[in-house]
């Protein structure tokens, strides 16, 4: 039987889920939970626990839970939270597995459920993502982010919907503006100038993509900016005149959160101008 290991690095958010009750679940209850999540949400697929607690099958393969589970014990998070990374992981692995896909979402539903988002470059290398490269880690694409699913915008989805990737661009990054009304940033004017973003929401990084957000940031920091996004739910950006001393530190610790994070992006420093984004040589 053919075993596959989910490394889910993309999961600081994934078991942010469960302080649902006092008592920290061990492997047994952590099973029948994502057992219970993905036969109630994902219908389309066969689900079964297995004997050994660290595994579940899916059409009859098996999924690794061991790396999920060190996450959930490391992270001490809400339900709400790990059920809106299960949303997102298990999308993505069941296409992964060459299941049923989820069905095509119209436009005029899509419409509203489009966001921007960063995605590795090797992951766009096995689909026809609508995608631009950054570096030769990350590109920035399109996700269509409904209840229940998180499934990336690809080319047949413009020809079905008849829309240009102008169009989608423009709706998808007023989508996230909306939601991002309101966040709290952490930030600093004074001295070393840096304004940092995490909501935890599964979109910090992708933030970055969004033309008004960069305008307060080219204001408060200057234009050009830098900009780290070691991972998904991390967006640092910070002033091209602050001390060397200051870019080090940051540079350092943007590579440790890339090879140590869950959903890392890209090592590489970002220079952000009016309409550009690329990595700093």
Do not use: C
């Amino acid at each position: 039987m053919k075993r596959i290991i989910i490394l889910f690095s993309v999961f600081m958010l994934l078991v942010s889920g469960f302080a649902l009750a006092k008592n920290e679940m061990n492997e047994k209850e952590f099973q029948n939970y994502i057992f219970e999540y993905s036969s109630n949400n994902f219908t389309n697929f066969e689900f079964k626990k297995d004997a050994d607690s660290t595994l579940i099958l899916v059409n009859g393969m098996e999924i690794g839970l061991v790396n999920m589970y060190k996450i959930y014990k490391l992270e001490k998070l809400s339900q709400t939270e790990l059920n809106a990374v299960l949303k997102t992981q298990i999308s993505e692995l069941l296409s992964k597995l060459g299941g049923e896909k989820p069905k095509n979402t119209g436009w005029e539903k899509a419409h509203s459920l489009v966001r921007p988002q960063f995605v590795t470059l090797a992951y766009t290398k096995n689909y026809s993502f609508v995608f631009d490269a950054i570096d030769e880690y990350v590109a920035s694409s399109f996700v269509i982010d409904d209840e229940i699913s998180y499934v990336y915008v690809n080319a047949s989805n413009l020809v079905e919907w008849k829309i240009e990737k102008d169009l989608l661009t423009k709706v998808a990054t007023q989508n996230l503006t909306n939601l991002s009304k309101g966040m709290q940033l952490q930030s600093s004017f004074t001295g070393e100038k840096y304004i940092a973003v995490q909501v935890l929401d599964g979109y910090d990084a992708a933030r970055l993509l969004i033309p008004e957000f960069r305008a307060y940031v080219e204001e408060k920091l200057g234009v050009p900016f830098y900009a780290a996004i070691p991972n998904r739910d991390f967006l640092f950006m910070w002033s091209k005149s602050n001390s060397k001393d200051f870019d080090n530190k940051i540079s350092n610790q943007v590579k440790k959160d890339f090879s140590s994070r869950p959903y890392p992006l890209t090592p590489n420093i970002l220079i952000v101008s009016k309409n550009k984004i690329e990595p700093r040589r």
